[in-house]
């Protein structure tokens, strides 16, 4: 998220009067920017014709129709808000969710698979839940925000997208009893990376050596640089199995890396042949991490996960339709594009649960005003709201354009598989480290009281980053993607008709659209102008323009998202305020990039001097809603109540259990 710095000069407690509640508009001294000194708050059109009037409801309360249609727009775009968002927001609203002080850090790992099992009795069919993209990654959305992320979020994407969803995703998948897996009567995790082989997965060392007298297969560890980190492995949460990834070898041939189903652990630990040593809990995310390694383990030949990729016969002989070792794995793990949707779900559900906590704390935390005896909402100061208001518009992008992907990803063909995948994973990475961001913000905002466990917001950074890396490092994902791009010239873009407008959405698109293309051309210029018979020199000096234009292209296909949702909006409370949201988000990502705009001539100096003004403007506008637009990611009561800085005594009794 880009942090914008302009703001006028203020006083110390900013425009509004204490008396103003806040979600009400404040006076404010006339602007120069361009939509002038009397501009509305709300800039939405009137209802179409033939519309239908508002409801008797919506006119005696606007801020409840307002709210109630920003969280149609985040939730609801398909009509599917019930069967996917509110089975697991219910879930979260249950005591059981709550943050418990004084437990110690393996108690809180063993909470992570109780709450594992609660999410589990919800589900009518917990196997087909692998299955279905919407309801998967709401589930990470609204899990991410228990204990500040914790180590349920962690516990359950392993269990049913890595684990169940590997198994599922291969063609003998229909031959297997899943029934413990289902009951939880055995946990599942997913053993990929090694000590020495992490973004190299593709040259680990793990094997599986074919036994032909058995017609088995016989995994092992060849040195301590090739055991598995760091999946759950240990006998919390109750006996494991896993899908390990090894290389499959049948005599003298690598035939490279598959899945093979794995019993790790039984009710008294590890099995033979199994070693699995504990690492440390980390604190805001308590999962049993842990080293394992395997000393010629038998298997029996239904371990291999087989498929057109990859199948073994009865006599051992090698089948593929790929002959491409290194395609061979990647659709053996295809699982983790899956997996980076569901990381930017959590990144996504953190964010918004960290601006909910903060803006409610800013509403209710009151500090010295201009006079002695004025007080006023902290949520009063620009300086405090405006990076508020800049945070909410990058995470309703980052909202939206997830939901968008999930649904491209559900509807996928062959033919469009690859293109998605590529922006799958961009978005992951933009996703993520927005939101760790946002969440830093989210803290610092709320001073002391942020630092305080009980309050959560202190563990979504740390668990935050631990999105960043899972499912494919953000810088190696976006480098692979960015490399891809080179070869795919960004479309054209479409003017916006009628003269040159910084609060113009699709002005502001077009803009983006501009840059994107200026990136991709540096980064070609680079590419054919870098040291000759050096390909490694070559990437190196292209890399930075193409990175910047994979970044621009992922942000754009944000703000294409965005406007659909604009348009869908039309008519109706949130246009005027979704309009405004949209171009504060689109001027943010663009101010980094006013140099070379102006340098190629898409604007003109004026506009440069403009940007601060208008995003004052905008802010101005927006300020009113701030608390509306946060009311709209519709957590339950339950959990932001439970909350100590939200409730009236949180400086009170409650402060000693909130340091633990």
Known sequence: MALLAFHDAEGPAGPCPAEHAPDAAAPRAPSCGPAGPDAPTDRSPGPPAGAPDPSPEDAADPGDALTRELTRLLFDGDGDRERVHAPWRRLISRDAFRHRPGLTPEQRAAQSYDRLRLVNDTLDDPVSLATDPALLTALHEWAAIVDGGGGLTTVASIHYNLFLGSVLDHADAASRNLDEFASLRRVGTFLCTELDHGNDATALETTARYDPATGGFVLHTPHPGA???MPNTSSLGGP????????LLVGERDHGVFLFLTPLTDHDGPLPHVTVEALPLRPNAPVDHCLTSFDHFPLPGSALLQGEHGRLDADGAFTSSLGNRRKRFLTSIARVTAGKLCMSAAAVGASRAALAIAVRYGDRRHVS??????????NTHRTHHGRLLEAVAATYAMTLLHRSLTAAWARHGVDDRDDLERLIALAKAWTTWQARTIALEARERCGAQGLLPANLLAGFPEYIEGTITAEGDNLLVSTKAAAEL?????????????PPDLTDPRFLRDLLARTEQAFHAQANRALRGGPAHDPQGRWN????P?????????????????LAALADAAGGPAHGVLGDLTALFLLGQLAPHTGLLLADGHIAAQHVHEF??????????????LTTLTRAFDHPPEYLDALPMLRDDAGGRHAADAMT
């Not at 005003?369 to 902290?378: E, F, N």
């Open 486 to 498: 080179l070869h795919r010239p960004p479309a054209s873009p479409v003017a916006a008709p009628g």
């Open 227 to 229: 055991a598995k980190f």
């Open 369 to 378: 005003g201009t006079r002695p005896d004025r007080r006023v909402p902290v």
């Open 541 to 544: 000096t292209a890399s930075g």
């Open 546 to 562: 193409a990175l910047q234009r994979a970044r621009v292209h992922t942000v754009l296909n944000a703000a294409d998202v965005m």
């Open 240 to 247: 494991k199995s896993a899908v390990v990834a090894a290389r």
């Open 612 to 625: 601060p003004v208008v995003v004052d403007d905008l802010t101005h506008r927006l300020r009113p809603h």
